[in-house]
Each structure stands twice: as C-alpha cells, then as structure tokens.
C-alpha cells in the first residue's frame, strides 16, 4: 500500500531528514515536496494527497494559510523547538495532530507511525459520516416512497403528483434540473413521453410557452435522436457522464443551459414502460449505484402508476357503459315509438314461428284484440283466429290466388318457409285492401308489414283509365306526344307515327327525336337547338325534315318544354310534334312565287339583288373581285312575232338552263325580264386585268353556248347573245348602278354588231379588245403559215456544236415580227396552244430529217419545248410518234423540253406518257430547272436525259453568290443522276469559264450565237 504525502517546507534539509525517515519505514511513501504555499496548491490543483505535513513557518506565509486549501485531506504540523504552545493552538485550528522538531532529529524515528496513526483516525471519521449521510439518504428516500403512495392514494393531479417526486429525486440525486412524466405509446408502435414535472430552466419565448404546455395535460416528448428518446425506446437506464461527446445525443438548442451529466431511468411495471425520469448536472456525475439506491422509489411508482391507469381505464369503462346503456334505452325508446307511429302494420316472428313484436297498427288494420298478442301466441293461432271469423272469405277468396295455399297452410302450423310468398294483396272484411310483404331474418325469423293500399289501388285504376283516354286521344290526333329523359334519349312516344311518317317507336327509342332515321335539320339551327336543351328552356316549332321509305320528303315541327322533379333537378323534356309538310310546302311555294321567275325558274330581280349586295359585301370584304354580265337576245322579238309567245317562252327557258348548267354554282343567273338575263360571277383573284381576263373567257363560253341551235319540237332555231360586262371590287356605288353599267356595255355590244361581249371600262375593253384581236391574228396566222422556227445554238466546251433549239416566231403582216412572250400566254388560254405546238414539232423534225442528209449535221439534235397542255392531251403521244413517222428522222436525235409545272398535276400520267416516247428512242430535258416545282421526289423517277439552268442564274452568277451557289448546285445534283446539264443565256466568257470549272459541258446563248434559220448554223 502506497501513502502520498504533500510535505510543505521550505528548508530542503528538514525535508531531506522527513523523506529518509520515511523511507526507512515498512510502508510504501510518495513524497511530493512544496517549499511554499504557492507550490503547494498548484500541486493539490493536479492531484489528492492522503496526508499533509505542514512546516509552522514557509516562504511565503504560515502552516495555517495551508488549511484552506488542504479542505478534508489531514496534516500534521510540525513545531519547532521552544514553539510547544503552538500545537494545542494548531489543533483547534484543524491540524490532525503536532510533531515536535528537536534538535537532535529524534522526531523522524517516530514520524511513520504518528502519521499512520493520523491516517487511521481519518478513515473512521470518514466511515462514520459517510454511514450517517447513507443512513440520512435511506431514510429520505423512505420518505420519498410514502409520500408517492400518499399521492396516488389520494387521487392527486398528475402535475401535482409528479412535481413533488421530481423535488424528491433531485433531492436525493443533488442534482440541479430534472423532468418526470408518462410514458404513452403511439399509433406507430414507439414511445411518447407526456412530461407532467420539469426544472424551469427556460430560456427564452419558445422555451417559455413549452414550459406552458404542463397545464394542459403535458409537454409531449416524441424526438429519438437525443439522449431521452435513446432511454425512451429502451427498458434499461442511460448515463452519460460526458453528453457533450455522447454520440447517442443529438446536441442542444441555442440558448440552453449548459448539460454536464445526463441519467434517465425508464419506470418498469407490469413489463412494460410507464414513466420515465431524467436529471442532470450533478457534481461528479451518475453511477449505476444510483440507479440501485433509488430503484425501490422507482418501482413503488412504476406499481402506483400502474395501479392508477388500470383505475382509469375502470372509470372510462364504466362511463362508457352508462352512456351505452343510455344511449340503448334511447333508440328503445325511439324504436317504440316509431313502430307506434308508422303507418304500416309490423310483427316479428322468431324461427319457431311465435309473434314476439307488434304495433299498435298491426292490431288496427287486422282488428286483433290486444290480449290475443300479448301472449305472443304461435303464428298458427292468429290465422286460425282471422279464419274463423272469416276475415279471409270463403275458400280464402280475399287472398291473392298465388298466397292462398300458403296462408290455409299457416293456418294448421304446416306453413314452409320455402312456400311463402314476399309479397300478397288481400281484402278485409271491411272491404279495404292490405298489402302484405314478407322478409326472412338471419336465423329463421321473418318480418311481416301490412299496409293499407286501398287509396293507392283506387288512384291507380284512375291513372290507368286516365292513360287508356290519352291513348285514345293521341292515336285519333295528328299530333304527336313524346318523352325524353336527361341524356336526350327518347322513352316515350304517343301517337300514329308509324302510319304518318314510316318510323316505329322502337326505331325512336334511344335517341333524340330530331335524329330520327333518315332524318337531318339545318347545321346552325340545330346548334342553336342543343344550346336551347342544354339550357333547359322551352322550345317551340323546331323543324326536322326526314325521307319516308317511300322517297317523300316529310316535315316535323317540334315543340317541347323541360321536366323537372319534386326536387328540382332536370329529368328530361316532353312535348308534341306535328307534320307541317304541307305548311312548308306553301311557304315554299310564296317564296319561289317572290324570288324566283315563273318561266325560267331562275332567281328574279328582287333576288338578283339581294345575292348581288352580298357578293359586293364578300368582295369587299376579302379583296377579289366580281363582276356583272348583263345578256340580251338578239332579234328575240322576230321569234315571238314569226312563231308566237309560246316559241318564245321555249326558247327562253332553253337560254336559262344553258346559263345555268355551263357556270358554277356559286354564281348567279338571273331573268331580269323579257329576253333580258344577268349573271354574277363571284371570288375572282388576281388583278384586275386577270380578272378581266378570266371573266372575258366565261362571257365567250356563254357567248359560244348560245350560238349554237335551240333544237324545239324538231324545229332547229338560232338565237345570239349581247353581252355587257361590269366589274367591281367592294365598288362603293350601288347594285342598281351596276346594272345600269352593265345594261350600258350590253348596248355598246349590240352597236358593235351583236352577237359580242363588250366590257364597260374602255381600258378593260380596249386590253380584251387587243387579245381578242390578237387570238383572230393567231388563229389566221396558223391558216396563212405566218408562225416559223429559228434555231439557237447549243455547245460543248470547245464550241463544238451539238444541235440546237427550236424557238417559234410570227411574222405579222401589220406588226411585224412578234415574239413568243407576246402571245404564247393566249395560245394557251385559247387552246391555239395544241396546234401551234404541233407545227414547232413538225418543222422540228422535217429540219432534222434535212440535216441528216449531210455528215456534218447528221449528228445534231433539236430541243422542242413543250407546254403543259399540249402533254396532258390524250392523243400527245401518239401525235408525236405519228410526226416522227412521218418524217422518218430518228426519234433519239428529237429531246422534248418540259416545264416543272408539268410535274403539279398527275405526275404518273406524265410518267406514263415520256416512258412511252422514252421507249421510242426521244429524250426529255427538264427546262428551266430551279425556278418552279423541283421535287427531288419526282425528279428521280422521272426518265429524263438532261436538266437546263435557267439563264436567270447564269445572268449574275458571276456577281451573285446565292446564283452562283444554285448553278453549282445543279450541275453536282445532276451529275449525281447521271444527267447532262446546259447552261441557257451565256453570254460572257466569264459565266462560260465559271460554269465549265464547276462541271457544265453544253451551253446556250447569245456568246454562241443568237436564234436564226437553220442555215445560218452553218456559218460559224
């Protein structure tokens, strides 16, 4: 055993003589020197001594400043020589004991004994103040337990309560703060804990109103990352004597004091967790010897809480039965007094067949004296008892015939419950009618109500009788009655509509009305109609026209109003329909008789009129333009004098059905009166010359259509037209000055000779003037061979020539010579297209089969360019092959140059058609490619041989890099497709040069030279 010695001296020889002294003793000693007060504390600041030996005087103060800081650890003083009244003074003082310094050094031989001695009378002091203070301990924890059985004893509050064993458990711990509540298990399975008692240590606004929650039954504690959720969800205690660096905790709040030592013990009882205490901050921290010292206080409240929660659940039982019971004896109460009220007879028969319940009803309408069921007799009794006084007639004649076995068999107790009927009229004696309904109870028992329906027949026979008048009513009616529910479907139909419309009920029902078979009304009205429905509205005169089996138009007018029920809501419509057929039929008939003209059939003035303002307003509107034709025969009257009216009236209906069957049917034709017609045209686009143009070709059909004989009861008469024309476009003036330009150019056109068309604009009629001159030009000049072809050269890089181009010319007598550009747009709006294109392929060809005469223009070609509408036509091909044939020149050296228009409409006839020539040897070429359609779609399957670069991007392919960029594109994509590609209107050696470096070998223009006759490619 080791005994450590603080030993304070200043003189290092006195404490030299102490520690030999010790040393030499049997015991172990561990001597720590001080030579002052200073060291000395410093060194009880690190550790505990088991003795002190003080010198009487140090360095820096006396053996008594030493005391203090010594606090329980005994010291010897050691008084020098001649100082002996010093030592009775040192040990009232505190000092354990003296020792007296001789000279000699005789003291240090006692010195280890003495100390032993000191040491000794300390441990027993010790033993006996700490069995006083655990004697102390016991005992207020003794007083502890008492006091919480007290409380429980005496039913105290729960904050109450817990409060003062949290001041006794702190007491009894020294410690600083603390809580106690009840631990309550949650929904989930974990742990709650309801803290009723907790140290106030608030320390701010947030922790003060948590604080508060302890008057309202608790601050619930609910947060498993912390230290009490750890001991909350265990069994066993939890210390933590440093929580700071606890893992288990889950850190503090801002502003909470500061937690230095944690032990929470769960309370235990019955096996499961019913309270839970925790304290802190106690010097030196916890120990599980705490946790043994205070587990019987614990367990007495564990059992006492316990105790009291199985009190609670008592209490709450019994006061839920007495609420139960309370509440039973209510609906009893209730049941008894509804089953009085009702107005149906009632009884409940058990599984053996006895009455146990009734009503007061049930003896009222069966008029059973009251003492004959309170005996709760057998159901077998109560028939017996109605039989016998003949309640059931004769034979049970008052039953219904599908019961009467069953009641006769009640009657002797024989009665299956297989047998009985849920539902049976019966009579009673007194004439009334009951209504008996039957239903079977788990277990065998069954319920049986009567219900007097004598007044419920009575109105029913009335309503049946009331239904069989309005049949009757509705079958003898021409009107219709009908029903529909709220999804619009029909469920009722009244009436002889079979008969009147060729349409049965059946084929009606499931839908609407007005969607009848074969049936249809206007878009916009019966739009209008639905929003009248869905609006739940009453509609009159709605009208539906259908086609009956046998092709007749019919009629149906529709009226209807909303039902509704009891409650308000919508349940459908109902209403009548009528056939108006012939209503409509005469409302038909004053129309036609006020717009339309009697002869003809065609609209008349007042109608003209009217369409007339609304095409003005559509062309406003929409920015096209209109126009107004305004037709009189010529030389009618001599028909109507030579043959008489009814000639003329003929004629004039043919005049108005030819109109009417060669224009669209968005215009109008019109008789004005007489032998006067009028025709608007409407959505004419372009400008105003195209629409001039457009309407000059319509008015030369008409013109052409009634010039040929009107073939009348086998007499064949001639009739010509003069023809105004007016056009307008949103024109402010009005219809009638319309018609008056019209009737104005009408005249102009019967000064110029009748039989023409003459435009009221003399700028639009000199323009119509000139091309129709210039068609009558053309069409002479195809009689008279005016038209020829020149040649334009066609190269290769050398200026080789390879062949060349046919271009078409005219040389007018009066005009002289007049280019393509001139009059190609007529030919093809006339049609003179198809025999112009003939003669360019024609010479074409017979110039070829002259260069292949001679070697050196044996191996030309020659391009035709061909219109679109020379290649729809049906007989190109052959007329083609047949030229061919005819000149005998090779079909390979003939290449046809087509448009990319060609490719907008019918691309596989135009397939079909060049594989046919393409079969025979002739090439195609694709003319001014770029500039129009160009689908690569088409382009690939097309068979053609060679693609020609517009010269409106050769022009600036030198300046433009967008030309310049489609001109390379060209020749790569032709390349590409194994296509030759020309380049047309070459007229610099720089395009040339450019052309030729990105890939081009043929070219055209006027660098090669300019369209001639064919010999002059013979010059160069």
């Keep these: 055993m080791t005994v450590s010695v603080l030993l304070m001296e200043s003189s290092d020889e006195h404490a030299d003589a102490v520690r030999g002294a010790l040393a030499d003793s049997w015991l172990a000693w561990d001597v720590h020197g001080a030579a002052s007060l200073r060291q000395a504390r410093d060194a009880l600041a690190l550790r505990l001594f088991d003795v002190a030996l003080v010198s009487y005087r140090l360095a820096d103060g006396a053996a008594y400043d030493a005391l203090k800081d010594l606090r329980a650890t005994p010291a010897l003083i050691l008084v020098p020589a001649g100082r002996e009244s010093q030592a009775a003074h040192a040990l009232r003082h505190g000092f354990a004991d003296f020792v007296m310094q001789d000279m000699a050094g005789q003291y240090l031989l006692s010195l280890p004994a003495q100390i032993e001695a000191v040491l000794?009378?300390?441990?027993?002091?010790?033993?006996?103040?700490?069995?006083?203070?655990?004697?102390?301990?016991?005992?207020?924890?003794?007083?502890?337990?008492?006091?919480?059985?007290?409380?429980?004893?005496?039913?105290?509050?729960?904050?109450?309560?817990?409060?003062?064993?949290?001041?006794?458990?702190?007491?009894?711990?020294?410690?600083?703060?603390?809580?106690?509540?009840?631990?309550?298990?949650a929904v989930a399975g974990t742990r709650l804990l309801r803290i009723h008692a907790i140290t106030d240590i608030a320390w701010d606004a947030a922790s003060r109103a948590q604080l508060a929650r302890l008057d309202s039954g608790g601050l619930v504690f609910d947060n498993?990352?912390?230290?009490?959720?750890?001991?909350?969800?265990?069994?066993?205690?939890?210390?933590?004597?440093?929580?700071?660096?606890?893992?288990?905790?889950?850190?503090?709040?801002?502003?909470?004091?500061?937690?230095?030592?944690?032990?929470?013990?769960?309370?235990?009882?019955?096996?499961?967790?019913?309270?839970?205490?925790?304290?802190?901050?106690?010097?030196?921290?916890?120990?599980?010897?705490?946790?043994?010292?205070?587990?019987?206080?614990?367990?007495?409240?564990?059992?006492l809480e316990l105790a009291r929660r199985s009190d609670a659940q008592r209490r709450s039982m019994e006061l839920e039965l007495e609420h139960t019971s309370a509440a039973l004896e209510e609906k009893t109460r209730a049941?008894?007094?509804?089953?009085?009220?009702?107005?149906?007879?009632?009884?409940?028969?058990?599984?053996?067949?006895?009455?146990?319940?009734?009503?007061?009803?049930?003896?009222?309408?069966?008029?059973?004296?009251?003492?004959?069921?309170?005996?709760?007799?057998?159901?077998?009794?109560?028939?017996?008892?109605?039989?016998?006084?003949?309640?059931?007639?004769?034979?049970?004649?008052?039953?219904?015939?599908?019961?009467?076995?069953?009641?006769?068999?009640?009657?002797?107790?024989?009665a299956r419950l297989g047998d009985m009927p849920a539902y049976y009229l019966r009579k009673t004696a007194q004439g009334r009618y009951l209504e008996v309904r039957t239903r079977l109870l788990p277990g065998g028992g069954r319920?049986?109500?009567?219900?007097?329906?004598?007044?419920?027949?009575?109105?029913?026979?009335?309503?049946?009788?009331?239904?069989?008048?309005?049949?009757?009513?509705?079958?003898?009616?021409?009107?219709?009655?009908?029903?529909q529910d709220a999804q619009d479907r029909l469920v009722r139909l009244e009436g002889n509509m079979r008969a009147d419309c060729g349409v049965s009920e059946e084929q009606l029902r499931g839908r609407s009305l007005w969607e009848a078979p074969e049936g249809h009304a206007a878009s916009a009205a019966l739009a209008a109609h639905r929003a009248r429905i869905h609006a739940q509205e009453v509609f009159h005169d709605f009208e539906v026209l259908r086609t009956t089996p046998s092709g007749e138009l019919l009629w149906l007018g529709l009226s209807g109003e909303p039902i509704f029920d009891e409650d308000g809501a919508f349940t459908g419509y109902r209403g009548v329909a009528r056939d108006i057929t012939e209503r409509k039929r005469a409302a038909a008939e004053i129309e036609r008789l006020a717009f339309y003209d009697d002869l003809t059939a065609l609209p008349n003035r007042r109608l003209l009129l009217d369409r007339l303002h609304q095409v003005m307003a559509q062309c406003a509107r929409f920015g096209t333009h209109g126009a107004l034709l305004f037709l009189d025969l010529d030389n009618f009257k001599d028909i109507n004098d030579t043959l008489g009216h009814e000639w003329g009236d003929r004629l004039l209906r043919e005049v108005g059905q030819r109109l009417t069957e060669g224009l669209r049917a968005t215009d109008t034709v019109a008789r004005l009166g007489g032998d006067e017609f009028v025709v608007v045209l409407q959505g004419l686009g372009g400008s105003q010359m195209q629409a001039a143009q457009e309407v000059e070709t319509v008015a030369l059909k008409i013109l052409a259509r009634l010039n040929q004989p009107y073939e009348i009861e086998e007499r064949s008469l001639h009739s010509t037209p003069s023809i105004g024309i007016?056009?307008?476009?949103?024109?402010?003036?009005?219809?009638?000055?319309?018609?008056?330009?019209?009737?104005?150019?009408?005249?102009?056109?019967?000064?110029?000779?009748?039989?023409?068309?003459?435009?009221?604009?003399?700028e639009m009629q000199a323009a119509a003037s000139a091309r129709s001159l210039l068609e009558a030009d053309m069409r002479q000049a195809l009689v008279q061979s005016e038209f020829f072809v020149e040649y334009q050269r066609v190269v290769d890089p050398g200026g080789r020539l390879l062949g060349a181009e046919a271009l078409v010319r005219w040389q007018h007598p009066q005009r002289g010579l007049v280019l393509p550009g001139t009059f190609i747009s007529v030919a093809e709006q006339t049609g003179l297209i198809l025999p112009l294109g003939r003669f360019v392929l024609r010479s074409a060809c017979e110039q070829l089969a002259a260069w292949a005469q001679t070697s050196r223009s044996a191996a030309w070609t020659v391009s035709v360019n061909v219109s679109a509408q020379e290649f729809r036509h049906p007989e190109f091909v052959a007329q083609t092959l047949a030229i061919l044939e005819e000149t005998g020149v090779n079909p390979a050296a003939l290449k046809l140059e087509l448009t990319e228009s060609l490719l907008l409409h019918d691309v596989e006839d135009c397939i079909a058609k060049m594989q046919a020539l393409r079969s025979r040897g002739v090439g195609f070429s694709l003319d001014d490619f770029g500039t129009g359609y160009s689908s690569l779609a088409y382009l690939k399957r097309l068979p053609l041989d060679q693609l020609k670069i517009d010269q409106s991007f050769v022009r600036d392919v030198l300046t433009d890099p967008n030309d310049a960029a489609i001109a390379c594109t060209?020749?790569?994509?032709?390349?590409?497709?194994g296509l030759d590609v020309v380049a047309e209107g070459v007229e610099t050696e720089g395009q040339c040069q450019f052309l030729l470096n990105n890939g081009c070998r043929r070219f055209q223009g006027y660098l090669f030279g300019r369209p001639g006759p064919p010999e002059a490619l013979f010059g160069r």
């Design 335 to 414: 049941l008894e007094l509804t089953l009085a009220s009702v107005s149906q007879g009632m009884s409940n028969v058990d599984e053996d067949g006895f009455i146990r319940v009734y009503n007061q009803r049930y003896l009222e309408l069966l008029d059973l004296p009251r003492e004959l069921l309170e005996r709760q007799p057998h159901m077998s009794e109560v028939v017996r008892f109605q039989t016998e006084r003949g309640d059931f007639g004769p034979e049970f004649s008052n039953i219904d015939v599908a019961a009467r076995s069953y009641v006769a068999s009640e009657s002797v107790a024989q």
């Design 447 to 483: 319920v049986r109500t009567f219900a007097d329906v004598t007044e419920y027949l009575a109105t029913q026979l009335a309503l049946a009788r009331s239904e069989a008048r309005w049949r009757s009513l509705t079958q003898l009616s021409s009107d219709w009655y009908w029903e």
């Design 224 to 303: 498993p990352r912390t230290l009490i959720g750890q001991a909350l969800q265990s069994t066993t205690p939890l210390i933590s004597n440093h929580p700071a660096d606890d893992p288990r905790a889950g850190g503090l709040p801002p502003g909470h004091p500061p937690l230095l030592s944690f032990m929470a013990l769960p309370i235990v009882a019955g096996g499961e967790v019913v309270a839970m205490v925790g304290i802190a901050n106690r010097a030196g921290g916890y120990s599980t010897a705490d946790v043994s010292f205070l587990q019987p206080l614990l367990n007495t409240v564990g059992q």
């Design 726 to 762: 007016t056009l307008f476009e949103g024109s402010p003036c009005s219809a009638q000055e319309l018609l008056k330009r019209a009737d104005i150019a009408m005249y102009e056109a019967k000064a110029q000779g009748r039989n023409t068309v003459c435009f009221f604009d003399p």
């Design 120 to 185: 000794e009378r300390a441990r027993a002091a010790q033993s006996r103040e700490a069995a006083e203070q655990l004697l102390a301990r016991q005992h207020r924890l003794l007083q502890a337990i008492f006091r919480a059985q007290a409380l429980f004893i005496d039913s105290a509050p729960a904050r109450q309560t817990f409060e003062t064993l949290l001041n006794e458990l702190l007491a009894l711990t020294e410690s600083e703060w603390g809580f106690l509540g009840q631990v309550e298990t």
């Design 970 to 977: 060209i020749i790569a994509l032709a390349q590409s497709l």
